[in-house]
């Protein structure tokens, strides 16, 4: 896609990411706050990549593509086929040799989305959390 930048974020980038969630991305998580954020890029600078469309934030991702999202008006562009890909490639660059992602059941369309980047459920799998307290 012709002027599409996929970048590790700055710490500069990090309100804009939390502004862009609120927007893009279904729910939010204990560690989507400024200081949960401010963590992971200060202990991995490459762990929250941005997708850029002509300067704009139009997508991102994070860690093991817990955090996926396509600005609503910038979907079906490529954006979402360009981030995985990307954090793949990275995961391969790591020694990594599975991707996964972590997808709403009532999502449809974010799971037709992985389906066509060649991601399918486990149902095996359940999601277990624990809230940490510092």
Known sequence: ???LRVRAAAPEDLDSVLAFW???AEGTSISDDRAGVERLVGRDPEALV?????GELVGGWRCHLYRLAVHPERRRQGIGSALPAAAEERFERLGGRRADAMVLVRNETAQHAWRAA???PEERWRRWVKPLTH
């Not at 941005?50 to 002509?54: G, H, P």
């Open 118 to 120: 060649g991601y399918g």
């Open 22 to 24: 609120r927007t893009a």
């Open 50 to 54: 941005l997708a850029e469309l002509d």
């Open 1 to 3: 896609m012709t002027g």
